[in-house]
């Protein structure tokens, strides 16, 4: 692949050509300023905060440190894809329990925890506190999202 | 620039010979932030994370030797069957920034980069781990120990890429510890990694951000070996493990930087390399 060449990704289930884009670009650029899919954020730039959280090839990554150009072949979801529109039951949870303040960190959490509770439906609290380890909220204080995280857990279960 | 996404391990060694300025890319969790960060021009990228042969791991029963792939990541050592292989692989895979992290950053990565204050590395040399090497122009194997050079400086040709690392599988205790100023998502300040090898009846402990690059105490595990019965493993004094991390520290070489001072790191890594021996000889 050289500088200029298009390539194309694999997200939400449909594949989607990136024109004209530097082959530097994180996947986080791509998705936010190439796609058109702003709901991942971009604050730490370096895997830190947790707040570009997608699902690549069934695993948890921060997007910020997926070269894009290299992701080629990948199924990647973001946190557009886990909702055709309406809520998902953990973005209502994390509104109920008022997990959300400034908002920033708001959807890297909402895939960490869908991506959590896909894998392990019934969470040890440790698990749940290590699961979210990766995600930085500085407004909260994390009880109430852990709160959130419960209710969706209890929710499921008596479905 | 370019990016190639070779998906054999022929394919990767042929572009690294092919090509003139290559850098390689495994997980992305040092590349992208220098990347994002404009540190750092980007040339040719051989992405290696389709490259099968280096995202498995064996286990040689005959040989007790463990073989585990350059782009095996973190989350694979954490749990499972290679944790109860390498308890102390284990527990410094834990420590390693977040889960995000653990399920890009690899093995090969910590090596490629050869930062001290890597934390996969401590173990590594307290296991006497083996690492494998490719190029065009062959093979080769290297001891830990002469694979790492100094601070972000290894025996890495420009042409070669790291494989994998083979390590014995050991009887006895082993363990890691780090000191960061939180528990997720640090940097260490000062780590640890101590095998109590019950069969030879020795010692090995590395130490990690204390030094230009990971420091192996060769004159503290052979005062121990000569104070404490490690095949046996009966009842610790606490004076020994106390000159035990004295003698530690003495072998460790830290400077003052962004993340602490030589003095604390000094002080850390001996209380680290303390509290291992303590724990490994509780029983």
Not at chain 1, 128 to 138: V, W
Not at chain 2, 1 to 25: F, G, W, Y
Not at chain 2, 110 to 119: F, I, K, M, R, Y
Request: glycine fraction near 10%.
């Amino acid at each position: 692949m050289s500088e200029t060449q298009i390539y194309s990704l694999r997200v939400n289930g449909k594949l989607r050509d990136v024109t004209d884009a530097w082959l530097g670009e994180s996947l986080l650029y791509v998705l936010r300023e190439r796609l058109g899919l702003p709901g991942s954020k971009g604050a730490c730039e370096q895997g830190e905060c947790g707040s570009c959280t997608v699902v690549m090839d069934g695993v948890a990554v921060c997007s910020c440190l997926v070269l894009a150009a290299s992701a080629v072949g990948a199924d990647i979801t973001t946190i557009e894809g886990f909702t055709d529109g309406a809520l998902t039951d953990v973005q209502q949870a994390f509104i109920d329990e008022g997990a959300v303040q400034c908002g920033f960190c708001t959807p890297g959490l909402i895939v960490a925890v869908h991506h959590l509770l896909d894998n392990t439906p019934r969470p040890s609290e440790m698990k749940i506190k290590e699961a979210l380890s990766g995600n930085i909220c500085r407004c909260t204080g994390y009880g109430r999202i852990f709160a959130a995280v419960t209710r969706v857990i209890e929710q499921r279960a008596q479905q | 620039m370019s990016i190639h996404i070779p998906t054999s391990l022929d394919d990767a060694v042929a572009l690294l010979h092919e090509l003139p300025r290559v850098q390689l890319l495994a997980g992305g969790t040092d590349f992208m932030v220098e990347v994002n960060f404009n540190r750092h021009d980007v040339h040719d990228v051989v992405a290696l994370r389709r490259v099968t042969e280096l995202q498995q791991w064996q286990h040689d029963e005959t040989s007790n030797t463990v073989t585990i792939g350059a782009g095996v990541p973190y989350a694979e050592m954490e749990n499972g069957e290679l944790a109860r292989l390498f308890p102390a692989l284990a527990e410094a895979a834990r420590t390693v920034g977040s889960p995000q992290i653990r399920a890009a950053g690899t093995l090969g990565g910590n090596l490629g980069t050869c930062s001290p204050a890597g934390d996969g590395l401590p173990v590594l040399f307290a296991l006497d781990a083996v690492v494998n090497l490719a190029s065009h122009r062959g093979k080769r194997s290297l001891p830990i120990g002469e694979f790492m050079l100094g601070p972000k400086r290894s025996a890495l040709a420009v042409d070669e890429l790291v494989v994998s690392v083979s390590m014995k599988t050991t009887t006895g205790w082993q363990g890691y510890a780090k000191v960061g100023t939180r528990n997720a998502m640090v940097i260490s300040v000062a780590s640890a990694s101590l095998v109590l090898d019950s069969e030879s009846g020795t010692a090995r402990i590395a130490l990690g951000s204390v030094g230009p690059t990971i420091i192996r105490c060769t004159q503290a595990e052979q005062w121990l070996q000569t104070q404490y019965d490690i095949s046996a493993r009966k009842e610790l004094d606490e004076a020994i493990a106390t000159e035990f991390g004295l003698r530690v520290s003495q072998e460790s070489r830290p400077i003052d930087d962004h993340r602490s001072t030589a003095q604390y790191r000094r002080h850390a890594v001996g209380v680290l390399a303390k509290r291992l021996l303590q724990r490994g000889c509780v029983q």
